[in-house]
């Protein structure tokens, strides 16, 4: 029987994985903050889904992510989509470290939780939903693309860490760039948008794979090609921004 945790369920991406890994035949355990978004995977697939009420950020939730694990049992993957980011141009303190509570606390203190879990019970896969905004520091949004480059860095120390001590653990980070959901400002128009399904599909298709990194979509592997070779005095003098509305 297969069995995965997607934590960031409640909508978007997470919830179009869910989805996917329902509809593939899995048990599957979902969590966000907002239990209620949660209700309708539940209706629709009530033998085989756990609801569980998580915000990353509190001390809490490990243990939390814990228990949804010994109630679904034997969990084989785990998806880490959780996480916030706007932008930020006049750099107000509140939002930056609410992006870093977020992204990299929140990030970490669930991912170490799971990794130790699949340590104990004979390894596991560990997925996340990072961003292309992780290969480069952009203006726009200082805590969210330096959270996002946190977060790949910290996947691929965990991935050497599990070869190091010969532990079954796998790993994919998933690098989209902008999607379609709720997190994006509408008054911006945002180019080359993904819908959450396509990501979504794109995702489980990695995951299924063994994929260790996979950027969403083609566009976006075209994309971060490139600006990986702008050299740093050349990229911090570039304005990346979007002033045209929808």
Not at 79 to 104: C, F, K, R
Request: hydrophobic letters at 45%; aromatic letters at 8%.
């Amino acid at each position: 029987m297969k069995r995965a945790v997607v934590i960031g369920a409640s909508s978007g991406i997470g919830r179009e994985v869910a989805r996917l890994l329902l509809a593939d035949g899995w048990h599957v355990g979902i969590a966000a903050r907002r239990k209620e978004l949660l209700s309708e995977l539940e209706k629709e697939f009530p033998e085989r889904v756990v609801v569980s009420c998580i915000d990353v950020t509190t001390d809490d939730a490990p243990q939390k992510i814990l228990e949804l694990f010994a109630e679904l049992g034997d969990v084989g993957l785990f998806l880490h989509v959780s996480g916030i980011g706007t932008q930020n141009l006049m750099l107000d303190n509140e939002t930056e470290s609410a992006t870093v509570a977020t992204n990299v606390k929140g990030f970490t203190q669930i991912i170490d939780a799971v990794f130790n879990y699949m340590t104990e019970h004979q390894g596991g896969h560990i997925a996340i939903v990072s961003s292309i905004a992780g290969t480069k520091g952009l203006g726009v949004s200082p805590s969210y693309s330096a959270s996002k480059a946190y977060q790949t860095t910290y996947i691929e120390a965990l991935e050497q860490l599990s070869r190091m001590r010969d532990l079954n653990i796998r790993f994919t980070d998933l690098r989209p760039g902008f999607v379609d959901t709720a997190s994006l400002d509408n008054s911006t128009a945002y180019p080359m948008l993904i819908k959450p399904e396509d990501v979504a599909r794109q995702a489980v298709d990695a995951i299924y794979a063994r994929k260790s990194v996979r950027i969403i979509d083609w566009r976006y592997s075209l994309l971060t090609f490139f600006w990986r070779l702008i050299p740093r005095w050349l990229w911090v003098r570039m304005r990346i921004t979007n002033k045209n509305n929808r």
